[in-house]
């Protein structure tokens, strides 16, 4: 573990200090705790869901990769079998080919969700102000939390290990924009400290990617320009990156490159919606890849219930996002006319929204939204069977990578 940190001027913090904390291989790492004999083995979990105990299973012991036979993804793997090339969206098949002995786990959403709870309080316990970026991933902001900042970042990662049995990574910089570069740096179990003074030597050698934000379209694209790494991103000349990317997103790439975000944290209180969005490794057709889109609706609208259950709100709209291969994106919502965090009521929603839009162009990326989140009980006494009152809009989102 390496800890840099300037005890020079105050002046680099540029007066916040912003932690990202991620979860280091949540799924698998939870599962380890309920099978500790496997630790240190590679573990893929993904695959079908899971199902009560049968009998026989014991005797059965554990699946292995290579008795898998199917279209399921690996959600996750330990650090072990990542050493074998497996990683989260490789598809299990393939997985096998690379790692057949590995022992394949399916997924169980709810423990996942409890553990991201627990981790979540013992931090708040710690420092409170917390944006909460999904299942294992938070931003903490500890500019007015007392005490020395790697001193502080150890009570965290000590408080998390208690209160779950598990381990993560944090980074702690003037922003959200290079604390998450910075809490992969040293993955897993990593405490990162970085000021601006570092981001010539520790952030500028990594490639544009690394910049989150940056997807492999728009890497391919910066890479065509001969611009591979960050450093070279912050060379460039910004004028050529907005003609190439637009004046939003061509500025943003110039100052990101330089290390400068000002965004806030936005907490718990100010959460208005939830999504989950995918972006395809390749272009899906929706007739042609009917049955892979269908999967991945379903996959995320189970996604999205779980995130309500956990920030215990309902959704009032549901929205969708679709991208062409144009790059021209879609939105569409629905008001119900009750809240929800159903799953299934979320995925009749995101149809009746996809009967909406134009489904004639291969697509790049499909999310989906919950907003207008509620407390439970607060639209109690509304008919509950004036669903089909519900409202449609939708419009058109200007071009933007
Ligand atoms: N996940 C998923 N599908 C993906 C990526 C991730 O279901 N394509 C799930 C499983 C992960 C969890 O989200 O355990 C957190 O994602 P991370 O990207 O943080 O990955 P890990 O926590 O597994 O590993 P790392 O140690 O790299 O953070
Ligand atoms: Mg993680």
Redesign the pocket.
Known sequence: MECLESSRSPLPWSGRRIAHL???????SVELLSYPELRGQPVVVGGRRRRDPEPGDAKRGFGRLKDYAGRGVA??ATYEARALGVH??LGLMKAAALAPEAILLPADFPAYARMSRLFKAAVAAVAPVIEDRG???IFIDLTDVPGETVALAQRIKDAVGRATGLSC?IGITPNKLLSKIASELQ??NGLTVLTLDDLATRVWPLPCSAINGIGPKASAALEAMGLCRIGQLAAADPGALVARFGRSYGAWLWEAAHGRDPRPLVTEREVKSVSRETTFERDLHPRRDRDTLTGILLDQCQRLGADLERKGRLARTIGIKLRYDTFQTVTRDLTLARATADPLAIRDAARACLRRVPLDRPLRLLGIRAGSLELPGASAGEDPFGEGAARVSGMLLPLEP
């Open positions: 991620d979860m280091d291989a949540f799924f698998a959600t996750t989260s969206g299942i294992d991933e990574s993955k897993p």
